[in-house]
């Protein structure tokens, strides 16, 4: 079945910098590839998503980019605020459920001041 | 406003008791997702349904069962609770068509003594 794997598990960066978290999946099958926020104490929240006919998505600080021959994705954050701290979750959808997700371990983000 | 609400935030249970944990959701979506989260291992699939009486195991059924008798309602139950069974619950739910965001409950913290 699908494997999602996640880097780093934690990260720390100064708030303006930029921050990168990178994702490898294992089915050539998946096609669609969310990424969720989980800020301390509250429920995970979709935050960009790209589909595999896509190779990059943005939105305003935040984009994701696909390589489907390498079977990674990435999730960039630039100009990075104290708000973006929080645990970061990439996921990949599975064949022949392609509304079930399987979820990478998570990523600690904090953004020092 | 979408909605998907839990019947408790924090649950104590007894080894060997049986525990109900409710989630309903108000955006009349079809599919409906249960997940533990536990630190470093991301969100784990336990089951899911797409429609009303339907129900297929996720990726950790062992020890849960479920039950999907309206569409707006998915409880998980543990027949006898075990210590090994304490850990964070996430329901979430989302539509069989068009974008695949899943919607996420609070979250039940569920400790077994």
């Known amino acids: 079945g699908e494997n999602v794997e996640q880097h780093p598990s934690t990260l720390s960066v100064q708030e303006g910098d930029s921050a990168v978290i990178k994702c490898t999946y294992s089915?050539?099958?998946?096609?669609?590839f969310p990424w969720y926020k989980q800020e301390l104490g509250k429920r995970p929240q979709l935050i960009i998503d790209?589909?595999?006919?896509?190779g990059e998505k943005k939105d305003q600080r935040i984009a994701v980019t696909l390589n489907k021959t390498a079977k990674h994705f990435s999730l960039h954050i630039t100009e990075t605020q104290p708000e973006d701290s929080a645990v970061y979750f990439c996921?990949?959808?599975?064949?022949?459920?392609?509304?079930?997700?399987?979820f990478g371990p998570g990523t600690r983000l904090s953004v020092l001041p | 406003d979408v909605k998907v609400t839990q019947s408790s935030r924090y649950l104590v249970k007894r080894t060997g008791e049986k525990v109900f944990l409710e989630c309903v959701q108000d955006?009349?979506?079809?599919?409906m997702f249960w997940y533990r989260q536990d630190p470093g291992l991301g969100l784990r699939l336990i089951y899911f349904?797409?429609?009303?009486?339907?129900?297929e195991k996720g990726d950790i059924p062992e020890g849960y069962s479920v039950s999907r008798e309206k569409k707006e309602r998915f409880s998980l139950i543990l027949e006898s609770a075990s210590t090994n069974q304490t850990s964070m619950y996430l329901c979430?739910?989302?539509?069989?068509?068009?974008?695949?965001?899943?919607?996420f409950g609070p979250g039940t913290r569920l400790t077994v003594t």
């Open positions: 979430a739910s989302s539509l069989s068509t068009g974008g695949r965001e899943q919607y």
């Open positions: 089915d050539s099958a998946s096609n669609y």
């Open positions: 790209i589909r595999s006919n896509v």
């Open positions: 996921a990949a959808s599975i064949r022949n459920y392609g509304q079930n997700f399987v």
């Open positions: 955006m009349d979506h079809e599919n």
């Open positions: 349904s797409y429609d009303v009486k339907m129900k």
